[in-house]
């Protein structure tokens, strides 16, 4: 009895994580009607900071920029203080009423409110009406991670069918524990060929416009801007500053107290 509820449990993995990646997949593929997919867009820095890595590294760029700028002051301790509380634009401003009146905060709350924001919304929704950002809920990169978890659960439920029959369990059972392994990593395969690079965000002409289309900058604090956009706080040059938003200078400074 044991053998085939595990069968059934492996069976309802598999065909619930594969038919979350084929919707995935049909919905990053979907264009709206009346969109271009990008075709003659140039990308803002917002706008290629959320295709990359969504409202946390949106959230991220306005601090960075607005540190660059002496507008900010971010603190390799992992505090954020206002130098100058005029925001350029909203998103700017949305950082400077999440620090508040004191005009000192942590920076892990002011990246939470500001990612969560309004003006951050309004930069996916622009991305989404054009057809070059997901919808929620609609990524690719999270049903391909339930698909290989369940392959990975198959493949454990099959090895403990065989600890629990210690004279061999039914060579017909152990097939059909090898048709669910065989569905996800079939669907992992196809996804592979037909979605890859799997994207959370970005739709797959958001992705093309992102890998082809010119980011404006102004020289090195551009450059610095467009890297933290493109591809994330870990790879700013400035040691303090990427300590700053990673937080791990303060590990360090404990594990050295300690």
Known sequence: MVPFLLLLVAWGAAGLSCARLCLAGARAARRPEGTSGGRGRQLTLYEA????????????????SMHLRRRLLLAHTGWATVV???????????????IGP????????VRAAAAAADAVRAVSDRLVAAGLALPH???????????????????ALGTAVLVVTPDGPD?????????????TLGCLAIARV?????????SPAGQRLLETCAVPGDGATGDTLVTVAVRGVDAVDDPALRA?????????MRLGRE
């Not at 100058?84 to 999440?98: H, N, S, Y």
């Not at 809920?137 to 493949?155: E, K, N, S, Y």
């Not at 979605?195 to 970005?202: L, R």
């Open 102 to 109: 004191e005009g000192q905060s942590p920076i892990a709350p």
């Open 49 to 64: 900071a959320f295709l990359a890595g969504g409202p946390r590294r949106v959230a991220d760029l306005a601090l960075v």
């Open 194 to 202: 037909e979605a890859h690079p799997y994207g959370s965000w970005a």
């Open 244 to 252: 700053a938003l990673t937080g791990r200078a303060g590990i360090r």
């Open 84 to 98: 100058d509380p005029e925001g350029r634009d909203e998103v700017e401003r949305t950082v400077i009423r999440a």
């Open 137 to 155: 809920g609609a990524g690719v990169a999270p049903a391909v991670r339930a698909v290989r978890g369940a392959a990975l659960l198959v493949a």
């Open 171 to 183: 060579s017909r059972l152990l097939v059909w524990f090898a048709l669910p392994l065989a569905l």
